[in-house]
């Protein structure tokens, strides 16, 4: 059996329709767990009522972990799919995923291809390329690309992506569950790293599809999220890289990609998130990183 987890903060319309689409579309054996994330209303026994059979946990809003790991508490079966409530399915996709974890023992994570909900016919995910030294820089591959079977081979990826994300539980026991220190954002790659560390294989399947209507959480050109972001950065660099590798990337960040990026925004008279970009990399640089 499949625990299918997903997140529902003040997106109550987005996760019914998350529901709905599992109970047309998918024939694999799962239970159903939604974490209402603190919402300003009580969606979650909205939730409750419309579907008896979901398993709905009421927690105050721990950020996109603490979320998912309170689902982690109640969930029982022997796959966790981690996947966002603003996300849909048009076919199966839990016995694909669940084939890829088990073609090999080492094989710990895998992601679905990503598309766009309101463009079905473009790929926003098909892996990512590993982190460059120092900079920290990567790619989604197919990110807006239109789908012409270009990415229709299943392969290894440096990391999975967070809006649709499954692991053994044996694999979660080993690893343990994602960290709930960046509260938002690298939260997958911080886990990733964490499954190649201890040698396990992560990867992109594209038999598996799961269409992304995009994040409703942190709406981009906003303070919060470029507070978070920056923010992330800056822990992954101190929690995932070591030796004088670690104090390079921290260097690199703080003295010349968050200035860049600061600048930027000030050239624009966004001074806002100019000022959430400092701060957000300060906060990552000086709060707990473990």
Same mark, same amino acid.
């Given at each position: 059996? *499949? =625990?299918?987890?997903?997140?529902? @903060?003040n997106?109550?319309?987005d ?8 109970h047309?579309?998918e024939t694999?054996p799962y239970?159903?767990? *939604? #974490? ?7 969606? &979650?026994k909205?939730i ?12 105050? %809003?721990?950020?996109?972990?603490g979320? %998912?790991?309170?689902?982690?508490? /109640?969930?029982? &079966?022997?796959y ?6 603003d996300?849909?399915?048009?076919? +199966?996709?839990?016995a ?10 080492k094989n710990?994570? #895998?992601? +679905?291809?990503?598309?766009y ?9 098909? $892996?990512?390329?590993?982190?460059? +030294?120092i900079t ?5 591959? $197919? ?5 012409n079977? !270009?990415?229709? %081979?299943? !392969?290894?990826t440096? =990391?999975?992506? $967070?809006a649709?994300?499954?692991v053994?539980?044996d694999v979660?026991?080993? /690893?343990g569950?994602?960290?709930? /220190? ?5 939260e ?5 790293a ?5 040698g @396990? ?6 038999a598996?599809v #799961? ?12 303070p919060?999220r ?5 923010r992330?950065?800056?822990? @992954?660099a ?16 703080l003295?010349?990609a968050a200035?860049k ?11 806002q998130?100019?000022?959430a970009?400092?701060?957000g990399?300060? =906060?990552?640089?000086f709060?707990?990183?473990?």
């Amino acid at each position: 059996m *499949v =625990s299918i987890i997903t997140v529902n @903060y003040n997106g109550l319309a987005d996760t019914c329709e998350l529901i709905e689409s599992f109970h047309a579309h998918e024939t694999y054996p799962y239970e159903f767990i *939604v #974490v209402d994330n603190g919402s300003f209303l009580p969606e &979650g026994k909205e939730i409750q009522k419309r579907y008896p059979e979901v398993k709905v946990v009421q927690n105050t %809003n721990t950020g996109f972990a603490g979320g %998912n790991n309170a689902g982690l508490k /109640v969930a029982e &079966g022997k796959y966790l799919f981690f996947i966002n409530n603003d996300t849909l399915i048009h076919e +199966p996709i839990l016995a694909i995923l669940t084939h890829r974890l088990e073609a090999e023992q080492k094989n710990g994570g #895998v992601s +679905p291809m990503l598309k766009y909900t309101y463009a079905p016919d473009t790929i926003q995910y098909a $892996g990512y390329t590993t982190f460059s +030294p120092i900079t920290l820089r990567n790619r989604m591959l $197919g990110e807006h690309e239109k789908d012409n079977k !270009q990415y229709a %081979n299943p !392969q290894e990826t440096a =990391s999975l992506h $967070g809006a649709a994300m499954m692991v053994r539980r044996d694999v979660l026991q080993q /690893v343990g569950p994602m960290t709930e /220190v960046y509260f938002l954002f690298y939260e997958e790659f911080d886990w990733s790293a964490q499954m190649h560390r201890l040698g @396990y294989k992560l990867w992109y399947e594209p038999a598996a599809v #799961v269409y992304h209507k995009e994040s409703m959480t942190a709406k981009r050109g906003t303070p919060q999220r470029e507070f978070y972001l920056s923010r992330a950065r800056m822990l @992954y660099a101190r929690r995932n890289l070591f030796g004088i590798e670690r104090f390079l990337s921290c260097i690199y960040i703080l003295c010349i990609a968050a200035p860049k990026k600061a600048i930027t925004y000030l050239l624009n008279k966004k001074h806002q998130l100019a000022t959430a970009v400092f701060r957000g990399t300060f =906060s990552g640089l000086f709060s707990k990183s473990h």
